[in-house]
């Protein structure tokens, strides 16, 4: 079963950093570009910051400076580092990749798969 399980997520303080993880599971072909997302209550999903395969990414212009996307390709996992955390920050964060893999049969090349998200809430 190909999935994406997010962990890292918590309780911190304004100020304070996290680091949020994403392993892809279910595929011996990888991840070709991953995300990550959020969605506070009440609004939006909003898109955070990416990664291709190649390393290349970008972030979302309220989170430029302050967090970090990576990945391990070899691990097929991805990895947002959140530093400087600010209240507004606070939402449900979402893993999104485009995932090849073989399943019944079929070949499914580059297949956007969601993870279930991990909550992250700033509060002093």
């Known amino acids: 079963q190909v999935q994406l399980v997010e962990s890292g997520g918590g309780l911190v303080q304004p100020g304070g950093s996290l680091r949020l993880s994403c392993a892809a599971s279910?595929?011996?072909?990888?991840?070709?570009?991953m995300a990550w997302y959020r969605q506070a209550p009440g609004e939006q999903r909003e898109l955070v910051a990416t990664?291709?395969?190649?390393?290349?990414?970008n972030y979302a212009d309220s989170v430029k400076g302050r967090f970090t996307i990576s990945r391990d390709n070899a691990k097929n996992t991805a990895y947002l580092q959140m530093n400087s955390l600010k209240p507004e920050d606070t939402a449900v964060y979402l893993c999104?990749?485009?995932?090849?893999?073989?399943?019944?049969?079929?070949?499914?090349?580059?297949?956007?798969?969601w993870g279930q998200g991990t909550l992250v809430t700033v509060s002093s």
């Open positions: 990664i291709t395969s190649g390393g290349n990414t």
């Open positions: 279910g595929t011996s072909y990888g991840a070709n570009a």
């Open positions: 999104n990749a485009e995932l090849t893999y073989y399943s019944g049969g079929y070949f499914y090349r580059d297949v956007e798969v």
